[in-house]
Protein backbone atom coordinates (compact mmCIF):
# COMPACT_ATOMS: atom_id res chain seq x y z
CA UNK A 1 0.00 0.00 0.00
CA UNK A 2 1.32 3.48 -0.97
CA UNK A 3 2.45 5.81 1.85
CA UNK A 4 -0.63 8.43 0.54
CA UNK A 5 -3.66 5.78 0.93
CA UNK A 6 -2.05 5.19 4.62
CA UNK A 7 -2.12 8.83 5.34
CA UNK A 8 -5.65 9.48 3.58
CA UNK A 9 -7.19 6.59 5.66
CA UNK A 10 -5.40 7.91 9.35
CA UNK A 11 -7.15 11.49 8.63
CA UNK A 12 -10.51 10.65 7.65
CA UNK A 13 -9.97 8.03 10.83
CA UNK A 14 -9.10 10.48 12.94
CA UNK A 15 -11.91 13.18 11.60
CA UNK A 16 -14.07 9.99 12.19
CA UNK A 17 -12.71 9.91 16.02
CA UNK A 18 -13.01 13.73 16.65
CA UNK A 19 -17.11 13.54 15.36
CA UNK A 20 -17.49 10.56 17.36
CA UNK A 21 -15.89 12.11 20.31
CA UNK A 22 -17.37 15.49 19.75
CA UNK A 23 -21.09 14.21 19.38
CA UNK A 24 -20.61 11.90 22.44
CA UNK A 25 -19.34 14.88 24.72
CA UNK A 26 -22.56 16.83 23.76
CA UNK A 27 -25.58 14.43 24.31
CA UNK A 28 -23.64 13.04 27.32
CA UNK A 29 -25.83 14.43 30.22
CA UNK A 30 -23.90 16.85 32.37
CA UNK A 31 -23.24 16.81 36.35
CA UNK A 32 -26.13 17.78 38.45
CA UNK A 33 -25.66 21.06 40.14
CA UNK A 34 -27.54 21.64 43.26
CA UNK A 35 -29.58 24.92 44.02
CA UNK A 36 -28.15 27.05 47.02
CA UNK A 37 -31.07 27.73 49.76
CA UNK A 38 -29.75 30.20 51.78
CA UNK A 39 -30.94 33.63 51.30
CA UNK A 40 -32.52 34.85 54.86
CA UNK A 41 -32.41 37.98 56.03
CA UNK A 42 -31.91 39.38 59.30
CA UNK A 43 -34.19 41.10 61.26
CA UNK A 44 -31.94 44.32 61.88
CA UNK A 45 -31.80 44.31 57.82
CA UNK A 46 -34.24 47.47 56.63
CA UNK A 47 -35.75 45.68 53.41
CA UNK A 48 -37.18 47.91 50.35
CA UNK A 49 -39.95 46.76 47.89
CA UNK A 50 -38.87 47.89 44.67
CA UNK A 51 -41.17 47.66 41.56
CA UNK A 52 -39.90 48.06 38.25
CA UNK A 53 -40.61 47.04 34.73
CA UNK A 54 -39.14 44.32 32.21
CA UNK A 55 -37.63 47.32 30.04
CA UNK A 56 -35.43 48.15 33.55
CA UNK A 57 -34.75 44.39 33.86
CA UNK A 58 -33.36 43.99 30.87
CA UNK A 59 -31.00 46.71 30.99
CA UNK A 60 -29.49 45.82 34.65
CA UNK A 61 -29.53 42.22 33.22
CA UNK A 62 -27.40 43.64 30.14
CA UNK A 63 -25.16 45.64 32.80
CA UNK A 64 -24.17 43.28 35.06
CA UNK A 65 -23.45 40.68 32.15
CA UNK A 66 -21.13 43.01 30.95
CA UNK A 67 -19.27 44.08 33.93
CA UNK A 68 -19.20 40.48 35.07
CA UNK A 69 -18.32 38.96 32.36
CA UNK A 70 -15.46 41.92 31.29
CA UNK A 71 -16.38 42.06 28.34
CA UNK A 72 -18.20 44.92 26.48
CA UNK A 73 -18.72 43.51 23.13
CA UNK A 74 -20.33 40.27 24.34
CA UNK A 75 -22.46 38.48 22.41
CA UNK A 76 -25.35 37.89 23.97
CA UNK A 77 -28.69 40.02 23.97
CA UNK A 78 -31.11 39.46 26.67
CA UNK A 79 -35.19 40.31 25.34
CA UNK A 80 -37.45 40.61 28.50
CA UNK A 81 -41.20 40.58 27.34
CA UNK A 82 -43.94 38.66 27.80
CA UNK A 83 -41.08 35.83 28.16
CA UNK A 84 -36.94 36.31 28.60
CA UNK A 85 -35.48 35.89 25.05
CA UNK A 86 -31.72 35.13 25.16
CA UNK A 87 -29.96 35.67 21.92
CA UNK A 88 -26.39 34.67 20.76
CA UNK A 89 -24.41 32.56 18.72
CA UNK A 90 -22.22 29.46 19.11
CA UNK A 91 -19.26 28.47 17.08
CA UNK A 92 -19.12 24.53 15.94
CA UNK A 93 -16.56 23.65 13.73
CA UNK A 94 -15.03 26.95 12.97
CA UNK A 95 -18.64 27.89 11.97
CA UNK A 96 -20.83 30.73 13.91
CA UNK A 97 -24.33 29.41 14.01
CA UNK A 98 -26.82 31.86 15.77
CA UNK A 99 -29.32 30.40 18.45
CA UNK A 100 -31.99 31.89 20.52
CA UNK A 101 -33.80 30.73 23.56
CA UNK A 102 -36.88 31.64 25.65
CA UNK A 103 -37.40 31.11 29.25
CA UNK A 104 -40.34 31.10 31.99
CA UNK A 105 -39.03 33.14 34.59
CA UNK A 106 -40.19 31.50 38.26
CA UNK A 107 -39.67 32.76 41.47
CA UNK A 108 -38.81 29.96 44.51
CA UNK A 109 -38.93 30.40 48.19
CA UNK A 110 -35.79 31.74 48.86
CA UNK A 111 -36.12 34.92 45.99
CA UNK A 112 -34.30 33.67 43.43
CA UNK A 113 -35.17 33.17 40.05
CA UNK A 114 -35.61 29.92 37.64
CA UNK A 115 -35.71 30.13 33.67
CA UNK A 116 -36.85 27.27 32.47
CA UNK A 117 -36.44 26.76 29.24
CA UNK A 118 -39.60 26.83 26.81
CA UNK A 119 -37.98 26.86 23.59
CA UNK A 120 -34.64 26.78 21.41
CA UNK A 121 -33.42 27.80 17.78
CA UNK A 122 -30.35 26.79 16.71
CA UNK A 123 -29.99 28.41 13.28
CA UNK A 124 -31.79 25.81 10.92
CA UNK A 125 -30.26 22.77 13.20
CA UNK A 126 -32.38 20.56 15.42
CA UNK A 127 -30.40 20.44 18.74
CA UNK A 128 -31.64 19.85 22.29
CA UNK A 129 -32.17 21.83 24.86
CA UNK A 130 -29.98 20.47 26.87
CA UNK A 131 -26.93 20.11 24.44
CA UNK A 132 -27.24 24.15 24.27
CA UNK A 133 -27.07 24.88 27.44
CA UNK A 134 -24.25 22.45 27.52
CA UNK A 135 -22.41 24.00 24.88
CA UNK A 136 -23.23 27.75 25.97
CA UNK A 137 -22.14 26.78 29.92
CA UNK A 138 -18.95 24.91 28.55
CA UNK A 139 -18.44 28.34 26.41
CA UNK A 140 -18.87 31.17 29.22
CA UNK A 141 -17.91 31.75 32.04
CA UNK A 142 -20.91 32.90 34.04
CA UNK A 143 -20.81 35.07 37.12
CA UNK A 144 -21.24 32.33 40.46
CA UNK A 145 -24.88 33.92 40.59
CA UNK A 146 -25.68 32.49 37.25
CA UNK A 147 -25.66 28.24 37.35
CA UNK A 148 -26.74 27.17 33.91
CA UNK A 149 -28.24 23.52 34.42
CA UNK A 150 -28.55 21.20 31.62
CA UNK A 151 -30.56 18.15 32.62
CA UNK A 152 -33.20 20.56 34.20
CA UNK A 153 -33.03 22.65 31.27
CA UNK A 154 -33.31 25.77 33.40
CA UNK A 155 -30.78 28.73 34.46
CA UNK A 156 -30.79 29.47 37.83
CA UNK A 157 -30.36 33.03 38.81
CA UNK A 158 -29.05 33.19 42.70
CA UNK A 159 -29.61 36.57 43.43
CA UNK A 160 -28.46 36.11 46.99
CA UNK A 161 -24.84 35.61 45.61
CA UNK A 162 -25.31 39.18 43.31
CA UNK A 163 -22.68 41.61 45.39
CA UNK A 164 -24.29 45.36 45.23
CA UNK A 165 -22.84 48.35 47.17
CA UNK A 166 -22.47 47.86 50.89
CA UNK A 167 -23.03 44.73 51.16
CA UNK A 168 -26.71 45.16 50.19
CA UNK A 169 -28.29 42.07 48.60
CA UNK A 170 -31.74 41.62 46.46
CA UNK A 171 -34.54 38.80 46.44
CA UNK A 172 -37.53 38.68 43.91
CA UNK A 173 -41.11 38.37 45.22
CA UNK A 174 -43.20 38.59 41.96
CA UNK A 175 -42.65 37.95 38.36
CA UNK A 176 -45.70 39.32 36.11
CA UNK A 177 -44.57 39.66 32.78
CA UNK A 178 -48.09 39.53 31.25
CA UNK A 179 -48.72 42.76 33.43
CA UNK A 180 -44.85 44.23 32.96
CA UNK A 181 -44.68 43.70 36.73
CA UNK A 182 -41.80 42.69 38.99
CA UNK A 183 -40.94 43.39 42.57
CA UNK A 184 -37.61 43.09 44.28
CA UNK A 185 -36.50 43.51 47.83
CA UNK A 186 -33.42 45.08 48.20
CA UNK A 187 -31.99 44.47 51.37
CA UNK A 188 -29.47 46.88 53.16
CA UNK A 189 -27.82 45.15 56.43
CA UNK A 190 -27.69 47.79 59.21
CA UNK A 191 -24.90 46.35 61.04
Same mark, same amino acid.
Given at each position: %???????????????????????????????????????????????F =?? $??????????? %??????????????????????????????????????? %????P???????????????? /??????????????????????V??? /???? $?????????? =??????????????????????? $???????
Open positions: %MNKWKVAFFVLIGSIILFITIFIFWAISPSEEVPIPSENAVNPSDSV =LV $ETTAEDVEKIA %MKYLTDELNNPSLPIDIIVDKAIRLNSELTIFGVTVPFS %MEFETVNEDGNIQLKQTEVN /VGKLNIPPITVLKLMNDAVQFPWII /VRPN $EEEIFLDLSR =LTLLSGSRVRAKEIDLENNRILL $EVIIPNE
